[in-house]
């Protein structure tokens, strides 16, 4: 499942090398970051000021608003928070469209966030909670089907961050469908695309985002609502968290960083702490193997 690209292999990396990767269900292991990190004192600041300024669980830079989300915009800090992540959003774009120039193609840059708590252990909602393996669902909007290509860098600087993982998306829906409600007898996946009144909401959504940026995260599709459904079973399910022939654990060292489609792969973060996290929309027709896009994996078994 992880796929080490040392700076010798990367520098010899195809324009689909990476991609592939991601889309056979992989995760893409880069041992240096590609991406020059923050500077030390900023790093510092992040570290030690933020647990304590935080409303939510994590601060993310949103470009519909250009604003910073989960800390007060009349904190000390959230100049250098904002000049931070817009600037690491920005580099791992480009980095990203230079290694993986088909795969990013039209792709719609997201959030870049920065996580400054301990993940083991906290005391959170459960269907928010990073520990519980899960499958990501929706992109801070609807994603329509589109991938969902998240890249994570360890910023701590002394210890490992800690996954955990029971498979792909296919091969965990395979396994839990029928459990989950969506497949047997009276199981359901329901349509997968718009109909008139979903593209109606969108539409409405689109014109109120004119005047407040952050509604598009409002947006939605069937499709998007069925992955839900399939990430809540997962968060909700015991008998799925406690799985062992399935649970692999992956560490990812400080200073590394690592690329995944959050939607395609079953994940975890076991612990770890300080942790910028970049979201990014990729659309679905930039794949090179649409079967194993999860839209697909759930229309095949409609």
């Known amino acids: 499942m992880l796929e080490t690209f040392d700076a010798t292999r990367l520098a010899t990396a195809g324009p689909r090398d990476l991609s592939d990767v991601l889309e056979r269900g992989g995760i893409v292991y880069l041992p ?18 933020l647990p304590a300024q935080m409303k939510r669980k ?7 608003g250009d604003s910073v989300s989960g800390l007060s915009s009349s904190a000390a800090i959230y100049a250098t928070t904002h000049r931070v992540l817009t600037r690491l959003r920005e580099d791992i ?13 039209g792709a719609d840059i997201g959030t870049c966030s920065f996580r400054p708590l301990e993940e083991a252990g906290r005391a959170i909602d459960a269907h928010k909670a990073s520990e519980l393996v ?29 996954w955990a993982s029971k498979g792909s998306f296919a ?3 395979e396994r839990h469908a029928a459990r989950a409600g969506f497949t047997g007898p009276g199981g359901r996946i329901g349509r997968l695309d718009k109909n008139s009144f979903d593209r109606l909401l969108s539409a409405t959504i689109r014109a109120l985002s004119a005047a407040v940026p952050l509604a598009k995260v409002l947006d939605t599709s069937p499709y998007d609502r069925a992955m839900k459904r399939f990430h809540d079973y997962l968060k909700d399910n015991p008998d799925f968290q406690a799985e062992i022939d399935t649970h692999v654990e992956m560490r990812f060292a ?6 995944v489609f959050a939607d395609g792969v079953s994940h975890g973060c ?18 090179r193997f649409p079967e194993l896009a999860p839209i697909n994996v759930l229309r095949a078994a409609a």
């Open 270 to 287: 076991l612990s770890g702490q300080y942790c910028f996290i970049w979201t990014a929309l990729i659309p679905l027709a930039n794949m």
């Open 254 to 259: 400080p200073g590394s960083a690592w690329m």
């Open 134 to 162: 899960h499958i990501d669902a929706g992109a801070y909007g609807a994603t329509n089907g589109d991938r969902i290509l998240r890249f994570l860098i360890n910023a701590n600087p002394e210890h490992d961050r800690v």
């Open 171 to 173: 091969s965990v829906f």
């Open 93 to 105: 774009a480009a980095w990203t469209r230079r290694a993986m120039p088909e795969l990013m193609a």
């Open 32 to 49: 240096s970051c590609p991406v020059a990190l923050p500077a030390a004192a900023d790093l510092d600041l992040l570290r030690n000021e």
């Open 58 to 64: 994590n601060v993310s830079y949103h470009p519909e």
